[in-house]
């Protein structure tokens, strides 16, 4: 039976203390923008950051919470945004869709069955539609606060690749992203034991590291990374 994993309030802290990295999350919502088409759902829409982002681009959108508590914030926080409809979803499950795309954002390093989860996320989209992911990358980056927040791994592009396969999907895109940033977080949580919340390394990481992170990696990919981003399609 799907459950969820992790201390649901440290969780919520994390979101809300990364929630000021704004031209990290700004770089993440450009990866994604050119894959949603013109009705996606996101899974775990967390606190909404995301989906208030992607909402401009976007005639309809879905967003959704697995957490009973989270879920309410993201209602509230979310009806001023009348194009965006929030639902409960947690992964693995048998509802089918119609979407253009499903996109998921440290997410699936959450679920013990990720290609059962992968394959719901497949059955909400239509034929041709993109799954479009970013998960938390190397598992010799797996720190306290990782198992914490409840990840269960983390990835390289060859299980995730393997993983995506394993539910039937179509591999097109699968590269590492944030460079940097994977030995800032090594660094912080694993040698010094810190949890990724707001505060001055965030905010000065985000300010003055972060774009020049974006504007390297756009010219040349880095064989390693804080995060795996990764687009598949649904068979047509």
Not at 128 to 142: C, D, K, R, S, Y
């Amino acid at each position: 039976m799907a459950q969820l994993t992790g201390d649901q309030q440290v969780q919520s802290e994390v979101l809300e203390g990364l929630a000021t990295a704004v031209n990290h999350r700004r770089w993440f919502v450009e990866l994604a923008v050119p894959y949603l088409g013109d009705n996606p759902i996101e899974i775990g829409s967390g606190l909404g950051d995301y989906a208030l982002e992607w909402a401009p681009y976007l005639d309809r959108f879905t967003a959704t919470e697995a957490d009973p508590e989270r879920l309410i914030t993201l209602k509230e926080r979310l009806a001023v945004e009348p194009k965006i409809e929030v639902r409960e979803m947690l992964l693995p499950h048998s509802t089918r869709g119609d979407y253009s795309a499903a996109v998921s954002y440290n997410v699936l390093e959450h679920i013990e069955d990720h290609v059962g989860a992968l394959q719901s996320m497949r059955d909400l989209v239509r034929p041709g539609g993109a799954i479009v992911l970013i998960v938390p990358a190397f598992e010799f980056a797996m720190s306290p606060a990782d198992v914490a927040t409840g990840h269960v791994r983390r990835y390289t592009r060859k299980t995730m690749r393997a993983a995506l396969e394993a539910a039937g999907l179509t591999v097109e895109r699968l590269h590492y992203a944030n460079a940097l940033g994977l030995l800032g977080y090594y660094m912080a949580t694993s040698v010094f034991r810190l949890m990724p919340k707001e505060g001055p390394m965030v905010k000065l990481y985000d300010s003055l590291v972060l774009p020049v992170t974006k504007a390297a990696e756009q010219i040349v990919r880095p064989p390693f990374g804080q995060s795996v981003f990764a687009v598949a399609r649904v068979p047509g």
